[in-house]
């Protein structure tokens, strides 16, 4: 039952956000409601776990979301994102794609994935229609969401990969060996997918993209999007990308004159600080001062103030304050829908499907390799799908069937690797990165759905015959 009323009050969310437009805070509020009290979590726990899952959330992802926009915000308002691009076109040009989802899926899995999209985002939206007039930025989306979690579940130091290996007592090398090579054939193998997709119909930029992403300044509107990818998609010298469309806010001289490596440091140094840090606790190497440094919070903050003080030389006070003002704003709508996405969780948690579905599944002694891996995938797959994070899916799937492993036969390093190919598993409302995700590329919930929801599962199914071929030589 519990199980049931979940799936309902998530379909219900869904379906009041497409289908009635009904704004996802209050879509999301009404679903929390509902299956606290359909549920019997009661009427004071489920208002607890609606506020307290807020905070939660918050006190997790608050301030990256927060430093993570007004570092983009600066970095758009002194050109460094097109500039950038300009470098990306002349060098990749549509293959883009396949090198931001394999650098996110191999390079970077050690950074927080919130991190992540908040720093990957506005290259995402400034190089689309360089890869693709009109299907760049949902190619582009999806080929963000499937990098981040693959790397996420699949390549240590992820955090999901860290966890279930450590829950299953696989050594973390042994998992890196066979999870490396998986991670990265389903970023860009679902890449792939994704863009055959694309080229069937599935987008719509009418429907799919946000419409009131033209009152955000520092992200381009739909019109904008088009104009841009209108003047982009004529053949010229790729220096000249973009010169020609009308732009209110020109970028001053100065700041153009600065190297791109200088303009770019306030996303290198936050990611050379974390990387740092999470290596150096992997190899029990750390120490408080490269905690700290190593901090997400403290690494992007030192990120913004590098961005601050590159904005105040190069922009001036006045431009600086603008920009970060289109920041501020931004933050605060994402910093609420992503909130809200984490009391559902929270009250999804509270229902106690964890322990529903540990009493429904058990693996029999001697099952064969096929059922054993199958049944680690679906129960991440559901326990993903029903919480909402990927982290938490895979770690309660983990504790679940961590105690029974050793009876079915099967290497444990196989069944992590199925409870990270299930743990990736339609990542969708009830996620507050999805709505991060939303939010910063500029998507409806529709689109948003037909992005990070279809990449991720796309991804699951991907990898899952991958690991059934791990199966036999581990």
Do not use: C
């Amino acid at each position: 039952m519990t199980i049931a009323l979940t799936l309902i009050a998530i379909a219900l969310a869904i379906l009041l956000i497409i289908r009635f437009k009904v704004d996802p805070v209050i879509s999301l509020i009404i679903a929390s409601v509902f299956l606290g009290l359909s549920a019997g979590v009661g009427l004071e726990k489920t208002v607890t776990e609606i506020t307290g899952g807020f905070g939660e959330i918050m006190g997790e992802v608050g301030l990256l979301i927060g430093f993570g926009v007004l570092i983009g915000s600066l970095l758009q308002a002194t050109g460094t994102f097109r500039a950038l691009v300009e470098i990306i076109a002349r060098r990749v040009g549509g293959k883009l794609p396949y090198a931001m989802a394999a650098a996110l899926a191999t390079i970077f899995p050690s950074i927080y994935v919130d991190v992540q999209v908040v720093l990957a985002s506005p290259m995402a939206r400034q190089a689309a229609p360089v890869v693709d007039r009109k299907k760049g930025l949902p190619w582009l989306a999806g080929a963000i969401g499937i990098g981040i979690f693959a790397g996420y579940v699949f390549v240590v130091p992820g955090l999901a990969a860290v966890a279930v290996a450590g829950l299953l007592e696989v050594p973390l090398g042994r998992y890196l060996v066979f999870g490396a090579p998986i991670g990265l054939a389903t970023a860009l193998v679902t890449t792939l997918l994704f863009r055959l997709l694309l080229r069937a119909g599935l987008w719509n930029e009418l429907t799919d993209i946000d419409p009131d992403e033209e009152e955000h300044p520092d992200n381009p509107g739909h019109r904008t999007y088009l104009a841009r990818a209108d003047a982009e998609s004529t053949p010229r010298d790729a220096d000249h990308v973009a010169t020609d469309v009308e732009d209110p806010d020109a970028v001053p001289e100065r700041a153009l004159r600065l190297p791109l490596l200088v303009r770019l440091s306030p996303i290198l140094v936050p990611l050379v600080l974390i990387a740092f840090g999470a290596f150096m606790e992997l190899f029990k190497r750390s120490n408080d001062v490269i905690a700290f440094f190593g901090n997400a919070n403290i690494a992007l903050f030192i990120g913004l103030l590098i961005a601050f003080l590159i904005g105040r030389t190069t922009l001036g006070g006045d431009g600086t304050e603008n920009a970060l003002s289109s920041g501020f704003r931004t933050t605060g709508e994402i910093l609420l829908i992503t909130g809200i996405g984490g009391s559902l969780g929270a009250v999804i948690k509270a229902t106690g499907l964890g322990d529903t579905l540990k009493g429904l599944f058990s693996a029999d002694a001697g099952a064969p390799v096929l059922i054993s891996v199958l049944l680690a995938w679906f129960i991440a797959a559901l326990l993903h799908f029903a919480i909402g994070s990927v982290s938490v899916g895979a770690i309660t799937a983990a504790g679940i069937i961590g105690p029974v492993v050793a009876s079915t036969g099967v290497d444990p390093v196989v069944i992590g690797l199925a409870i990270a190919s299930g743990a990736m598993f339609a990542l969708h409302v009830n996620s507050n990165f999805f709505w991060m995700f939303k939010s910063l590329l500029g998507l409806s919930t529709k689109g948003a759905l037909k992005t990070l929801t279809l990449a991720t599962s796309l991804g699951a199914v991907v990898s899952l015959p991958m690991v059934l071929l791990i199966s036999l030589v581990a």
